[in-house]
């Protein structure tokens, strides 16, 4: 802008305030409004963030190395139980993967990771309840399991982890998630009450130790009173808890379609390949062999227990075969957003997990006082489509111990209506769903109401299947 000097001093004065607006909203800063009587600002709300004008930062795949690992170490701030006093929480149901585990593969020729999964209260990460966690899980007895699960360990004890174990980091991760939770919906929002009963629980996990394990975990420092005669843990055998919904060859369809993206990504990438062969080499064995070991579910054991990468005699895996391996996931899951074949198994692969959330908070908000509280532990298998289900594309890949969870509020003034809030990791992601993204943008209320849920998961996740069911979807082909 070019000031002339025969210009008013006025004149001036306002040209100069317009180019500092101009510049304010160039950089995407929020305008402070005035505060709404409920004590809420509706345009500067945390959970907003400005859309950057630069360029998004380079993948650095040791920082999301640790993230994945989510080692515990200072206390974690979160959003769960944040609304206007005048709304009272009603339900909350959780929805977690287990906590850091052993590797399910092993990569051929190399030394195990020498991890300890004995629970010792001395030794870090460790937890204040670790020690009373550890004696009140040997009497559980009196607990009610479906099926296998009454005779899988309550926790992790050998002193050389099994393939797919919970560690003591793993157990202490819920423990702290328990903790969390139990100060904000019990300690402050009285969900349940010390003469809760079994019946206001809904629990389930799959079949594998760990999840039970760390739904446990949890359950210890969250309940008001960890009553073993009121835990009923129920058996789910699908990883996607689809229970007696499972029939869908179109799932199917685009999850072998999905794989297809993964192999051509893969085979394109030609630093990853050198990686594999140079890898291969190290440990003396095909470079087909040692990609069908999966190496970074080792190696993200050996990076997040700070365990040097395995040697043998022609040399060591090291951290830049790690970097390149790891960036290039991160990359896969990069593109999987922008493909959209995993959008299309995902929500063919949780609408009976869905559905049944949205059945239960109907429920509860016509009145019902049963399943207040429900936690489903679960894999990353289970998390990540939930998260693209509803249109979560900005988050991270479930780290260990990462928690997914739904509120139903009722409002004070209203009590007819009710409003849900989801939030990952403690990072309210309500309004980036589908279905509340246009909502945020015309209304002031804090939360989603329950109905665009309902209409979402009843019939809007059907529309790009040119269908209006679960069951025609499942089955209708692709133009």
């Given at each position: 802008i070019t000031l002339k000097k025969k210009k008013s001093p006025i004149y001036l004065q306002a040209l100069l305030k317009v180019y500092v607006y101009v510049l304010y909203l160039s950089v995407h800063l929020i305008p402070v409004h005035p505060i709404r009587e409920d004590g809420l600002n509706p345009k500067s709300r945390k959970r907003i963030m400005p859309d950057l004008l630069t360029e998004p930062p380079a993948i650095d795949p040791i920082y999301e190395a640790h993230v994945y690992c989510n080692i515990p170490t200072i206390a974690e701030r979160s959003m769960e139980g944040h609304a206007p006093h005048y709304f009272k929480l009603v339900s909350v149901q959780v929805l977690i993967r287990h906590g850091d585990r052993y590797p399910l593969y092993a990569i051929p020729k190399t030394k195990r990771p020498d991890i300890d999964c004995m629970l010792l209260p001395s030794r870090k990460p460790s937890h204040p309840q670790l020690e009373a966690f550890i004696k009140h899980m040997s009497k559980g007895s009196a607990a009610q399991m479906d099926g296998s699960l009454s005779s899988l360990p309550r926790y992790p004890s050998h002193s050389l982890c099994e393939m797919?174990?919970?560690?003591?980091?793993?157990?202490?991760?819920?423990?702290?998630n328990g903790q969390l939770l139990r100060e904000i919906y019990i300690n402050k929002h009285k969900?349940?009450?010390?003469?809760?009963t079994a019946k206001q629980l809904y629990l389930e996990t799959t079949g594998k130790s760990r999840t039970l394990q760390s739904a446990l975990a949890l359950l210890y420092t969250f309940l008001p009173d960890f009553d073993w005669k009121k835990i009923n843990m129920r058996h789910q055998w699908s990883t996607i808890f689809c229970s007696g919904s499972c029939d869908c060859p179109m799932r199917n369809h685009y999850l072998e379609e999905e794989q297809r993206r993964q192999y051509s990504l893969r085979v394109k990438n030609n630093d990853l390949e050198k990686m594999y062969v140079d890898m291969a080499k190290i440990v003396g064995i095909p470079t087909r062999q040692l990609r069908a070991s999966n190496p970074i579910d080792s190696l993200?054991?050996?990076?997040?227990?700070?365990v040097s990468f395995p040697c043998t005699?022609?040399?060591c895996i090291g951290m830049e075969h790690f970097k390149v391996i790891k960036r290039h996931q991160l990359e896969d899951e990069r593109e999987r957003q922008e493909k959209k074949l995993y959008f299309l198994y995902a929500l063919l692969a949780t609408h009976p997990l869905l559905n049944q959330t949205v059945n239960r908070l109907q429920r509860i908000a016509e009145g019902k006082k049963e399943?207040?509280?429900v936690l489903y532990s679960a894999h990353d298998v289970t998390l990540s489509p939930v998260l693209s289900a509803l249109g979560i594309t900005e988050a991270r890949f479930p780290r260990f111990a990462a928690r997914l969870v739904f509120e139903l509020w009722q409002d004070g003034k209203r009590p007819k209506e009710h409003f849900i809030r989801i939030l990952y990791n403690g990072a309210d992601v309500t309004?980036?769903?589908s279905f509340c993204k246009d909502y945020y943008k015309r209304s002031s209320k804090p939360m989603c109401p329950l109905e665009k849920f309902v209409n979402y998961v009843k019939r809007d996740m059907f529309l790009v299947f040119n269908s209006t069911s679960y069951y025609d979807a499942c089955r209708r082909r692709p133009l």
């Open positions: 797919g174990e919970l560690t003591q980091t793993g157990v202490v991760q819920h423990l702290r969900l349940l009450l010390s003469d809760w993200l054991c050996y990076f997040c227990h700070n005699k022609t040399g399943e207040v509280f309004f980036q769903t």
